[in-house]
């Protein structure tokens, strides 16, 4: 099973950017279709952005259309989500895992999540 670990995020402003990573152990990565979700307080994790195995297919969120680009890099067992222009509703703990696509349905083990604080 992959296991992942989350890291990049920390306390900025809004307009600013960051680059969150998720590194994964295991040859199952590179065949994992994977998605990045967050989670406030109170409510449900939501998928924000979601990649197949090989990139080529990506999915946005209507809330980070624009803003945030993700990416991965098979041979270095990472996946990666730009955010640019960050608002202070992107605050949140950031966690990635495996999911099945086009569904988004994650169904790998969670890792314990980069957060994400965007002050005003």
């Known amino acids: 099973q992959v296991q992942l670990v989350e890291s990049g995020g920390g306390l900025v402003q809004a307009g600013d950017s960051l680059r969150l990573s998720c590194a994964a152990s295991g040859r199952a990565f590179s065949t994992a279709a994977m998605g990045w979700f967050r989670q406030t307080p109170g409510k449900e994790r939501e998928a924000v952005a979601a990649i197949t195995s090989a990139g080529a297919r990506t999915y946005y969120a209507d809330s980070v259309q624009g803003r945030f680009i993700i990416s991965r890099d098979n041979a270095k067992n990472a996946m990666y989500l730009q955010m640019n222009s960050l608002k202070p509703e992107d605050t949140a703990l950031y966690y990635c895992?495996?999911?099945?696509?086009?569904?988004?349905?994650?169904?790998?083990?969670w890792g314990q999540g980069t957060q994400v604080t965007v002050s005003s």
């Open positions: 895992t495996a999911i099945m696509y086009p569904t988004r349905a994650p169904i790998g083990s």
